[in-house]
């Protein structure tokens, strides 16, 4: 059974900064694609920052956090990361680690059978 828990998420303002964590149980890093997604309000759901475990293969951003968001992982905390610098309110979502059996690179999240509970993300 997969389990992805997120943690990290809260309020600040413009300019900041804030670190999200994903705690995965049950999943095997390296299988396939690991990552996070966001849902503003009225929004459809888009990928933020994506793992692909082929080799050679770089993380995947979405144009609008490129630069400032960075996406990092400790396996052996079984953790991703996602570092959130120069936040905007634009950036304010829900934010959602996910994490697929399917081969990557993948950005759409119907592609991803694996989520967590989501974490608030917001910039004022």
């Known amino acids: 059974h997969v389990q992805l828990v997120e943690s990290g998420g809260g309020s600040v303002q413009a300019g900041g900064s804030l670190r999200l964590s994903c705690t995965a149980s049950?999943?095997?890093?390296?299988?396939?694609?690991m990552g996070w997604f966001r849902q503003g309000p009225s929004q459809e759901r888009e990928a933020v920052a994506i793992?692909?475990?082929?080799?050679?293969?770089?993380?995947i951003y979405a144009d609008s956090v490129k630069g400032r968001f960075t996406i990092s992982q400790d396996n052996a905390k079984n953790t991703v990361y996602l570092q959130m610098n120069s936040l905007k309110t634009e950036d304010t979502a829900m934010y959602y680690c996910?994490?697929?059996?399917?081969?990557?690179?993948?950005?759409?999240?119907?592609?991803?059978?694996?989520w967590g509970q989501g974490t608030q993300v917001t910039v004022s």
């Open positions: 996910a994490a697929s059996d399917l081969s990557g690179p993948l950005i759409v999240p119907g592609d991803f059978g694996y």
């Open positions: 049950g999943y095997t890093y390296g299988q396939a694609c």
């Open positions: 793992f692909s475990y082929i080799r050679g293969s770089p993380p």
